[in-house]
T-cell receptor, first 113, second 113 residues
Framework: QQQVKQSPQSLIVQKGGIPIINCAYE??????FPWYQQFPGKGPALLIA?????SEKKEGRFTISFNKSAKQFSLHIMDSQPGDSATYFC????????????FGTGTRLTVIP | EADIYQTPRYLVIGTGKKITLECSQT?????MYWYQQDPGMELHLIHY???????EKGDLSSESTVSRIRTEHFPLTLESARPSHTSQYLC????????????FGNGTRLTVT
């Protein structure tokens, strides 16, 4: 059973556009929500993360919006650039359990110059 | 610059061969992980370790085995490779806390013919 559902699978935007990637979860034990960015030929790297006690977190051009009641969170990339073209994975983590980190299926973002 | 190293980057091997994928990290992290990554799928945890002499199976059933004799080294072995093992294998490490970021290597792309 997929613990974190992510959409869309792929996304193409023009430079300067604002791509939005959405994720949803069911398990209320999750209390930490990181996003990872993966460039071709590289491993994923942590981009930004949020806890459910805040509704929004910004780091540079990247913003996470969090809706605790809907159990949804999303990544917005402001003023997107061709260098942002990558695959983005949302994830959810909980404190207990042998495996406590679950990834979404990834979104391949292409930013056209 | 990656502080976690995986070798080889690419491996093409025939069915029935024994292979070992190497993973080393220089960060002194206690926790290490092996993930399997296929296109359009979430990262699946196949093995993890809390420290030396600790190994656990992840959520995804795997015919591979791992060992953790030294903190910095976490090799994965397939005794008899099959075409179904064709995938990308990602090694990662982290500090013990559940919300510590994972540091990934650049992966080994395995093709079994």
């Amino acid at each position: 059973q997929q613990q974190v559902k992510q959409s869309p699978q792929s996304l193409i935007v023009q430079k300067g556009g604002i791509p939005i990637i959405n994720c949803a979860y069911e398990n209320t034990a999750f209390d930490y929500f990181p996003w990872y960015q993966q460039f071709p030929g590289k491993g994923p790297a942590l981009l930004i993360a949020i806890r459910p006690d805040v509704s929004e977190k910004k780091e540079g051009r990247f913003t996470i919006s969090f809706n605790k009641s809907a159990k949804q969170f999303s990544l917005h990339i402001m003023d997107s650039q061709p260098g942002d073209s990558a695959t983005y994975f949302c994830a959810a983590s909980k404190q207990t359990g042998a495996n406590n980190l679950f990834f979404g299926t990834g979104t391949r973002l292409t930013v056209i110059p | 610059e990656a502080d976690i190293y995986q070798t080889p980057r690419y491996l093409v091997i025939g069915t029935g061969k024994k292979i070992t994928l190497e993973c080393s990290q220089t960060m002194g992290h206690d926790k290490m992980y092996w993930y399997q990554q296929d296109p359009g799928m979430e990262l699946h945890l196949i093995h993890y370790s809390y420290g030396v002499n600790s190994t656990e199976k992840g959520d995804l059933s795997s015919e591979s085995t791992v060992s953790r004799i030294r903190t910095e080294h976490f090799p994965l072995t397939l005794e008899s490779a099959r075409p179904s093992h064709t995938s990308q294998y990602l090694c990662a490490s982290s500090s013990p806390s559940y919300n510590s970021p994972l540091h990934f290597g650049n992966g080994t792309r395995l093709t079994v013919t």
